[in-house]
């Protein structure tokens, strides 16, 4: 059974900084592309950031170009999300997903405020 | 930016009647490779999102084939065939095929 855990979430102030993590079971990890995707409270789904299943290519929204890594360690399982400067527009629940968007986890809520 | 139009926002049904959903692209969505990566996806209340069709119209395992997808270039139709109580949800196309991946807006459908 496929299961993405994703964990790091929570309340930081505007320009603050913090890491996602996303543990994966149940498949084979460095088979798989996967991603970041987002949905703002009571709003649609965004998707953030994507990275290849060797962690050789990454791709980004231009929301958070510059602002945000996507990075994987494929000893591990995990896939991470390193968010700095960030704004309130960032607020938002974060989900992984596994084969570019094909399954997802259950999301961390990230909450930008002062 | 590929631009993901759904129709329409709200969708009332009656259970056991059909349900369509349209979700148009400002450019066409058929990749060099020569498929065309239209997904769409279904959310429940306070659930994730999940796939139930991939590349137009293949459904994802454990999808009921009351779901069915359709459409080409810029045009495409998703269709349930029986509304059940449980298909109560937002519905959401998205696109793969260009960089940045892009969402539709979503339709809500719900039970008149």
């Known amino acids: 059974e496929v299961r993405l855990l994703e964990s790091g979430g929570g309340l930081v102030q505007p320009g603050g900084s913090l890491r996602l993590s996303c543990a994966a079971s149940g498949f084979t990890f460095n088979a798989y592309a996967m991603s970041w995707a987002r949905q703002a409270p009571g709003k649609g789904l965004e998707w953030v950031s994507s990275?290849?299943?060797?962690?050789?290519?990454?791709y980004y929204a231009d929301s958070v170009k510059g602002r945000f890594t996507i990075s994987r360690d494929n000893s591990k399982n995990a896939l991470y999300l390193q968010m700095n400067s960030l704004r309130a527009e960032d607020t938002a629940i974060y989900y992984c997903a596994k084969d570019w968007v094909a399954h997802w986890g259950q999301g961390t809520l990230v909450t930008v405020s002062s | 930016d590929v631009v993901m139009t759904q129709s329409p926002l709200s969708l009332p049904v009656t259970l056991g009647q059909p349900a369509s959903i349209s979700c148009r692209s400002s450019?066409?969505?058929?990749?060099?490779?020569?498929?065309?990566?239209l997904n769409w996806f279904q959310q429940r209340p306070g659930q994730s999102p999940r796939r139930l069709i991939y590349q137009v119209s293949n459904r994802d395992s454990g999808v009921p084939d009351r779901f069915s997808g359709s459409g080409s270039g810029t045009d495409f139709t998703l269709k349930i065939s029986r509304v059940e109580a449980e298909d109560v949800a937002v519905y959401y196309c998205m696109q793969g095929t260009h960089w940045p991946l892009t969402f539709g807006g979503g339709t809500k459908v719900e039970v008149k």
């Open positions: 990275v290849t299943d060797s962690g050789s290519n990454t």
């Open positions: 450019q066409s969505l058929v990749h060099s490779d020569g498929s065309t990566y």
